[in-house]
Nanobody
Framework: QVQLQESGPGLVKPSQTLSLTCTVS??????????WSWIRQPPGKGLEWIGR??????YYNPSLKSRTSISRDTSKNQFTLQLSSVTPEDTAVYYC?????????????WGQGTQVTVSS
């Protein structure tokens, strides 16, 4: 059973960098079969894909690319999100999820989500 767990601060000040970690258990993040993704949901809005990382590369939402960095620590089976220069519009529940390496995005395992609020 694959499990994903997000961790990181729940409150970030404007202009600072949001940093979250996803710890994966029950499966290796170095598999060729999956990407490891970050997705968020602002209050009252739909899901927004942030980016993904895997053996075939790292990909970002063009609208967030200039502020986003996703990396991984294979020794800890973790991957991380850094979002710089945050504003209150970055307030959201942030999820990590596993996505199959397919042309159509298919997410089969998700973390429970973590609330991040951007406020001074």
């Amino acid at each position: 059973q694959v499990q994903l767990q997000e961790s990181g601060p729940g409150l970030v000040k404007p202009s600072q960098t949001l940093s979250l970690t996803c710890t994966v258990s029950g499966g290796s993040i170095t598999t060729n079969s999956y990407y490891w993704s970050w997705i968020r949901q602002p209050p009252g809005k739909g899901l927004e894909w942030i980016g993904r990382i895997g053996n075939f590369g790292t990909y970002y939402n063009p609208s967030l690319k200039s502020r986003t960095s996703i990396s991984r620590d294979t020794s800890k089976n973790q991957f991380t999100l850094q979002l710089s220069s945050v504003t209150p519009e970055d307030t959201a529940v942030y999820y990590c999820a596993r996505r199959a390496v397919t042309s159509v995005p298919l997410y089969d395992y998700w973390g429970q989500g973590t609330q991040v609020t951007v406020s001074s």
